[in-house]
Nanobody, 123 residues
Framework: QVQLVEAGGGLAQPGGSLRLSCAAS????????MSWARQAPGKGLEWVSG????????YYADSVKGRFTISRDNTKNTVYLQMNSLKPDDTALYYC????????????????WGQGTLVTVSA
């Protein structure tokens, strides 16, 4: 069965960095777009970043562009989110998600989500 397990969350100071990871299993990881999304306390789900199956294209929400970098290692079935210059507004539960279909597009539907990892940015 499909499993997505996030890790790497924690407490960071404003201006600090964290690196999230998402270990995937149960499907052909190298065939699917993977993405990160987040949900801040009391707010709705916000898509953050996505990456094509072979890593050839990445895209970001305006709120994180220039500060976050998504990457993947298809040999380890893992997708990463490097978060730099963190702000208190980045505080959220971060989820990774698997695209529903095995083709690359900037616009995809998602069918599986991880359980999330909590990022708290505070002085």
């Amino acid at each position: 069965q499909v499993q997505l397990v996030e890790a790497g969350g924690g407490l960071a100071q404003p201006g600090g960095s964290l690196r999230l990871s998402c270990a995937a299993s149960g499907f052909t990881f190298s065939s699917y777009v993977m993405s990160w999304a987040r949900q801040a306390p009391g707010k709705g789900l916000e898509w953050v970043s996505g990456i094509y199956s072979d890593g050839s294209n990445t895209y970001y929400a305006d709120s994180v562009k220039g500060r976050f970098t998504i990457s993947r290692d298809n040999t380890k079935n893992t997708v990463y989110l490097q978060m730099n210059s963190l702000k208190p507004d980045d505080t959220a539960l971060y989820y990774c998600a698997k695209a529903r279909e095995p083709w690359d597009s900037d616009y995809v539907f998602y069918d599986y989500w991880g359980q999330g990892t909590l990022v708290t940015v505070s002085a």
